[in-house]
């Protein structure tokens, strides 16, 4: 529910869909144009009855033809005890709290039909930039990781769909800031530093805090 979807693209064989971001009407009558004139045609829009529910539709694919539907999206990404980042894909449609509503929404507020198993899996190939990071952990799933000097690579096939996938990207060790000053006056020089620590690094009982300022000749 945090996050943005921002492109959508099909691909069938050597053709490529690129959707446009239309008004749900505009969008829905365009689209059953397509279907009624046998034109290969595809439909993302979310669900009016939750928050976090998109559904897409294709329509007049050719038979014995597979489609590869492309979804990219933005989202904000949790902070973990101020080491880590957390990121989930849900893969289960179940009851979620809805801050919103005040309320748990329930699954059945969709017109989705509901099986207890599937025949169908996902795989997932996550490629996540060094720059310093340590660690890359999965709480949910087991998985294969290799790293490079620039690059940590996580991957898993044939996930059963019966939980989200969950995975901890643990953060460099960054020094607090620091903030210096120099001034000059006449001759003399004053020098001034002042280090800020995060709230979140700062131990939970309460600790006095003394601040000194140091001025130097220079």
Do not use: W
């Not at 690059?151 to 960054?174: E, G, K, W, Y």
């Not at 903030?179 to 800020?196: G, N, P, R, S, V």
């Amino acid at each position: 529910e945090n996050a943005a979807v921002y492109a959508l693209t099909a691909e069938i064989d050597d053709r490529l869909i690129t959707a446009e971001i239309k008004k749900k009407e505009v969008a829905e009558t365009e689209y059953n144009e397509a279907i009624t004139h046998g034109q290969t045609a595809t439909l993302l829009r979310q669900s009016e009855k939750t928050m976090d529910t998109f559904i897409i539709n294709v329509g007049a694919l050719p038979p014995g033809k597979e489609c590869r539907i492309i979804i990219r999206y933005v989202t904000e990404l949790d902070l973990i005890d101020g080491k880590s980042i957390r990121f989930v894909v849900p893969s289960t449609i179940a009851p979620r709290y809805n801050p919103e509503l005040g309320q748990i929404q329930s699954p059945d507020r969709t017109n989705t039909k509901y099986v207890q198993n599937t025949s169908y899996t996902i795989s997932f190939q996550i490629h996540v930039e060094r720059n310093g990071i340590s660690r890359v952990a999965n709480l949910s799933h087991p998985v294969n990781v290799s790293t490079s000097s620039e690059m940590i690579n996580i991957s898993t096939q044939d996930v059963a769909l019966d939980r989200d996938f969950i995975i901890d990207i643990h953060l460099p060790r960054i020094p607090p800031p620091m903030l210096t000053a120099i001034e000059q006056y006449d001759t003399t020089k004053y020098a001034a530093l002042t280090t800020l620590i995060p709230r979140n690094l700062v131990k939970s009982n309460y600790m006095k805090s003394e601040l000194i300022f140091i001025g130097m000749l220079m």
